[in-house]
């Protein structure tokens, strides 16, 4: 029943609603073109959509108008189509059942109302869901079931046995491929033949012909003329993946299940790295037998449910069409360029020959960046609106076209105008809107004659990533514009200016590629203040940063491990090094951190984690960076130096992030180094500064290592360092870490005798460099 009714019926007349044209010829295109179907019969489609971090807040809406697309070619009704959604992320929620919404109006705009959730890809769980609720709201199976997933096809858990129960169950899936897909999964989520059920948002003209290639064997719809065929071709799907590769085992250290007990073993170590990957797949196009001009006639028009175009028109109608992008960076790009008297008409024509030559050096015929320029003095215009110019010959007449204006230099009311009116939103398949990162690159060499920070969070908080270029007296303007000391670019002579072509390029790409370090060994403890300093609503943002920082770390024994300590007066462990294994896990504990109240003493912290979380018998393991960093108002540092120093004396790093005024020397002094201080002006702006705190992390992960520091031998045993590896020497206690008392045999020696062969063996083949081997 499914093959021969659900999906000529889910595709059933399919149409092109097209203007009467006037005489066309394969020089012209159709001016009003929209693709739609329409289905009216009794059936339950329910949509699934992925809110997970992984797709991102832009392509969710995405997402959103795509649901909404398709709700316009239902005739939804209590008694014919029904709709209903659900929205997973870290567990799945039902954001209204099939029953809820009589009308197409009501489910669209209830569509519109969905907000963004966030969290962690877990598929399998959303459709686990399903089989034990059904469709909420349907109508038991007494119709077809149609389940709709919208996804990147990126879980976190195992999709493959509870798609194929739902399958099993006789629901149709299909599986639309979101941002960056991940094919194989998507393919595996989808009903047989794939090639039908699996789709691309952004390609809409291969998905159409997908669509009509269902049609031609449907009896439910005529075949199309025979002027324009259907047919099918093998192709090539692309999307960036992180891929992990084994960079080799070596030598670790991991507790024991017994007490103050740790053994060797070799771990497997990994390295990240991103990677454009090619999938083999079927696609659609159209082929004319006849001379172009055919489909042009009137009687064409007479089949409008199977109409299509020749390929000629297929690369006439690209206004219409998903423009081509390059997977690792695509970005929609605005050049702010200061043209006020500050600069003179010398600075104007500098930064006119850095614009030609930073997009000579970075855009080809196919660019993924849509690009534009605006100009400001006391006023604002945009001569070059972004996207305007598909080609780099005609962007370069347009910017050698633009002329110096002189006046004040009004920055601020500048960065308000680009908010409101920089960006014009343009269809990128169908009428699905882009969702692009937005990129404002400011050049200016003169300070602003009215404030820039409300307006620069103004455009920060409308999702537009701000890049700022200067002289070095601007660098504090700058950063109070970028809200982020790393997004600003600070050049030292005229000359030096284009030498920041590859770090403009970094910046402007690092918005769509965030990077972490996920591929160093690293012993992470997050010290959080809970005092009541800070306060409830302060602490719940401290939270927040550490939940978003925690995603640039791949949490595993051997590569990132993070512990966290909250304190008041007290330090208390939320969670030690070794606790949590996965991202997922820590995050949930991430969510249950205490507010402690009371007084702050950053002191008792540091004391707390040198002596009771980095400890090799608490998860810290010999041969990894570690670093801590305390997130503070600057409350209670009276008494943190001397444990800050004893920490770094025992190389670990002491990272201070302090928010809010307090006094700078006193805060040098636990840092220990101007690099490792940040202060941050209010709570809103520190999410502006993860990337840059978690860089410096990062740095220091990939430094030397010193295997003694901090001392691995417990009990008082000493460490003595060897060339790439360490040993204990003990006094009344025994085992590789002094770990056993000899009064109490509390380790048998056959076991001894295993790690010692364990080291023995793996000594000689493990590098310098590596974690470090026991004697």
């Not at 039908?196 to 809409?204: K, M, R, S």
């Not at 010398?346 to 690009?371: I, T, W, Y």
């Amino acid at each position: 029943i499914l093959s021969k009714f659900l999906l000529p019926l889910f595709f059933c007349l399919l149409f092109f609603k097209i203007s009467t044209p006037k005489a066309v010829t394969c020089n012209t295109y159709f001016s009003n073109a929209s693709w739609l179907f329409w289905c009216s019969a009794s059936v339950d489609i329910l949509f699934l959509l992925d809110g997970s971090y992984s797709i991102g807040k832009g392509s969710f809406e995405r997402s959103k108008h795509f649901a909404g697309k398709l709700c316009d070619a239902l005739d939804i009704s209590p008694d014919r189509v029904r709709v209903g959604m659900i929205q997973f992320s870290s567990t799945p929620r039902l954001e209204f059942p099939l029953d809820s919404y009589p009308t197409k109006q009501e489910v669209k705009e209830r569509i519109k109302k969905t907000v963004f959730r966030g969290g962690s890809t877990e598929t399998g769980l959303a459709l686990k869901y399903i089989l034990r609720k059904g469709f909420p709201g349907g109508r038991n199976s007494t119709v077809p079931e149609i389940l709709i997933i919208v996804s990147d096809g990126k879980s976190q858990g195992n999709t493959e046995i509870p798609a194929m129960q739902v399958k099993e169950r006789g629901t149709t899936v299909f599986a639309v491929g979101i941002k960056f897909p991940r094919w194989e999964e998507l393919h595996a989520l989808a009903s047989e033949p794939t090639e039908q059920h699996v789709l691309f948002a952004g390609d809409a003209t291969d998905a159409a012909n997908g669509f009509y290639s269902t049609l031609t064997g449907s009896t439910v719809c005529s075949t199309p003329s025979p002027d324009c065929k259907i047919e099918s071709h093998p192709c090539e799907r692309k999307t960036l993946e992180t891929v992990k590769e084994l960079a080799g085992n070596y030598v670790c250290w991991k507790g024991s299940k017994q007490q103050n007990a740790v053994h060797a073993s070799l771990c497997p170590f990994y390295r990240w790295k991103r990677i454009l990957i090619k999938h083999p797949s079927r696609c659609f196009r159209t082929n004319s037998p006849s001379p172009c001009h055919s489909i042009s006639s009137r009687p064409q028009l007479r089949h409008p449910t199977c109409l299509s175009f020749c390929p000629a028109y297929n690369k006439l109608l690209s206004p219409f069409s998903a423009p081509k992008l390059s997977l690792e960076c695509s970005v929609d790009l605005l050049f702010l360029m200061d043209s006020s008297a500050g600069i003179m008409l010398e600075g104007f024509l500098r930064f006119k020959a850095f614009l030609k030559r930073f997009l000579q050096a970075v855009m080809g015929q196919d660019s993924p960046m849509n690009v534009g320029v605006a100009q400001y003095n006391t006023d604002v215009k945009i001569p070059i609106e972004v996207g305007q110019h598909k080609d780099v010959f005609s962007l370069m007449k347009s910017i050698e076209a633009l002329n110096f204006s002189g006046g004040g230099t009004l920055t601020g009311r500048a960065l308000w105008y680009i908010a409101q009116h920089g960006f014009k939103s343009t269809p990128v398949f169908a009428d699905v809107q882009d969702d692009l990162p937005r990129v404002v690159v400011l050049l200016t060499d003169s300070r602003s004659q009215d404030p820039v920070a409300e307006a620069a969070k103004y455009a920060r908080d409308r999702g537009l990533f701000l890049i700022g270029i200067g002289s070095s007296f601007l660098r504090a303007e700058l950063a109070e514009v970028t809200g982020n000391p790393k997004q600003t670019i600070i050049y030292s002579s005229p000359q030096d200016l284009f030498n920041k072509i590859p770090e403009l390029q970094k910046r402007i790409c690092s918005i769509d590629n965030p990077e972490g370090c996920q591929a160093q060994s690293l012993d992470l403890v997050f010290a959080v203040d809970a005092s009541a300093g800070v306060g409830l609503e302060n602490f719940l943002q401290l939270r927040d940063f550490i939940r978003s920082s925690s995603f640039h770390f791949s949490i595993n024994r051997d590569v990132t491990q993070i512990g966290l300590v909250v304190y008041g007066s007290k330090a208390y462990t939320a969670f030690a090094l070794d606790t949590h294994t996965s991202n997922l896990a820590l995050l949930q504990a991430i969510n249950q951190l205490p507010f402690l109240g009371g007084s702050a003493s950053a002191g008792s912290a540091l004391l707390h984690i040198y002596g009771d979380v980095m400890t090799v018998q608490k998860g810290a393991r010999p041969g990894v960076n570690k670093v801590v960093v305390m997130l503070t108002n600057g409350g209670g540092m009276k008494d943190a130096a001397s444990p800050a120093q004893q920490l770094r004396n025992n190389g670990i790093l002491v990272f201070v992030v302090v928010i809010g005024d307090t006094r700078r020397d006193m805060l040098l002094r636990v840092a220990g180094s101007p690099k490792y201080l940040v202060h941050i002006s209010s709570y809103e702006d520190l999410q502006h500064y993860e990337d840059l705190i978690v860089e410096r992390i990062c740095e220091e992960a990939k430094s030397p290592v010193n295997l003694c520091k901090p001392n691995p031998c417990m009990n008082q045993g000493v460490c003595i360092l060897g060339t790439g590896s360490y040993r204990c020497e003990c006094h009344g206690w025994e085992g590789p870490h002094c770990e056993s008392s000899k009064a109490q045999q509390m380790v048998p020696a056959a076991d001894v005798i295993s790690s010692a062969q364990l080291l023995s063996t793996v000594s000689k083949s493990v590098p310098l460099s590596c974690m470090g081997t026991g004697q």
